[in-house]
Each structure stands twice: as C-alpha cells, then as structure tokens.
T-cell receptor, first 113, second 109 residues
Framework: ETGVTQTPRHLVMGMTNKKSLKCEQHLGHNAMYWYKQSAKKPLELMFV???????ENNSVPSRFSPECPNSSHLFLHLHTLQPEDSALYLC????????????FGPGTRLTVL | GQNIDQPTEMTATEGAIVQINCTYQTSGFNGLFWYQQHAGEAPTFLSYNVLDGLEEKGRFSSFLSRSKGYSYLLLKELQMKDSASYLC??????????WGAGTKLIIKP
C-alpha cells in the first residue's frame, strides 16, 4: 500500500449504530487530519493530530470521537449520528502542520439513515 | 470572519486556456494552496504560493497577490482529464487551512 488509505470506502448506518472509520498513511508523516466534505461546501477541518497528540478540535459534536494510536493510524469513532452527518469523510497527512502539502485519502462516503 | 471565494462552476473547451480565480479574507496569511479533486477521488496537491508572483508547473500556473487577497490558477492546453473540482485553500496565522467550496471545471470537446 502507498499513500493514504481509508476503510471502508462506503458506509450506511442507522442513527443508533456505532461504527469506526480507519485511516492509514504510509508516507512517514507526523501529522494527520480528519475533514468533512459536504456537497458544494468547503472542506471542514474536524481534528488534527501532530505527533499523536490532538492539537485541533474545531467544535465537533461529541458523537464524533477521534483516536490516534500511532503516527500511521487514525480512527474516527461514530455513535448516534444524525442524517445531517451524511458526507464524505476525508483523512489527510502531512510532514508537520505548517506550509507542507497535505496528502489525502480517497474518503469514506457516509450515509446516516 | 474568514472567507474564501471562488466561482462554483466554469466551462471551457479542450485545447483552450482557463483561469480560476480565488479571493480571500483571512486572519493572517501563511501561503495559498491549490488542489485538484476528480469526482469520487481524493484531493491532490497542485501548487503552493507564499510570495507574490507567478509559479509555473507544466500546463498549470498559479499566481498570488497578497495585497489584493487574490490568486488564480491558470490551466493551458486543456485536456478532458482536467475536468475536476479545483480547491483553493489559505493557511492562516494559526497555520490552519481555510478552504474554498471549490470550482467545478467542465471541459467540452
């Protein structure tokens, strides 16, 4: 595997379900990000991890819970989501948080019924 | 508040030139990025500008004017595969990326 991978690519869940999104980067980067992408809206930064510590949490509802067990892996745990949470969830990584380009994974298309 | 503006959609002809504009108002400035995103795929990095002027990279060029809060992405010799969304993003004083909603570029034969 190369670059940034995400699983699953598609997920349909009910509002009472619990699921997790997984992201893995094979680039040796030390910063990882979760973004939400909704149609015709700007990318919304959700969480930033630098050296496995959370450094940014942009007022994301507690029904989204991130986990970064090491510099290569990032999870987003989901529980009791709402239909408006349906979106494309993108993971990205970079070397440092400043100036350097971010490399994105292909995303997880989430539908909440 | 912080804001990035770019046109929602543009149409151009194969072989032609197109310019996608981006204007921004942010708290501080630490560079401007352009990304390309094909439908259903990950955004991929195109360019980074932090100083005023034009950066050329093959068929793609990016221009920045910090005093005007303005950038553009210039695509030459358009090909059908250039049909995609183009995202403008500015890194603010906290080194956080502020994203535009993207410009969907449609290339016609």
């Amino acid at each position: 595997e190369t670059g940034v991978t995400q699983t699953p690519r598609h997920l349909v869940m009910g509002m009472t379900n619990k699921k997790s999104l997984k992201c893995e980067q094979h680039l040796g980067h030390n910063a990882m990000y979760w973004y939400k992408q909704s149609a015709k809206k700007p990318l919304e930064l959700m969480f930033v991890y630098s050296l496995e510590e959370r450094v940014e949490n942009n007022s994301v509802p507690s029904r989204f819970s991130p986990e970064c067990p090491n510099s290569s892996h990032l999870f987003l745990h989901l529980h009791t989501l709402q239909p408006e949470d349906s979106a494309l969830y993108l993971c990205a990584s970079s070397q440092g948080e400043r100036y350097n380009e971010q490399f994105f994974g292909p995303g997880t298309r989430l539908t909440v019924l | 508040g912080q804001n990035i503006d770019q046109p929602t959609e543009m149409t151009a002809t194969e072989g032609a030139i197109v310019q996608i504009n981006c204007t921004y108002q942010t708290s501080g400035f630490n560079g401007l990025f352009w990304y390309q995103q094909h439908a259903g795929e990950a955004p991929t990095f195109l360019s980074y500008n932090v100083l005023d002027g034009l950066e050329e990279k093959g068929r793609f060029s990016s221009f920045l004017s910090r005093s005007k809060g303005y950038s553009y992405l210039l695509l030459k010799e358009l090909q059908m595969k250039d049909s995609a969304s183009y995202l403008c993003a500015v890194m603010d004083s906290n080194y956080q990326l502020i994203w535009g909603a993207g410009t969907k570029l449609i290339i016609k034969p």
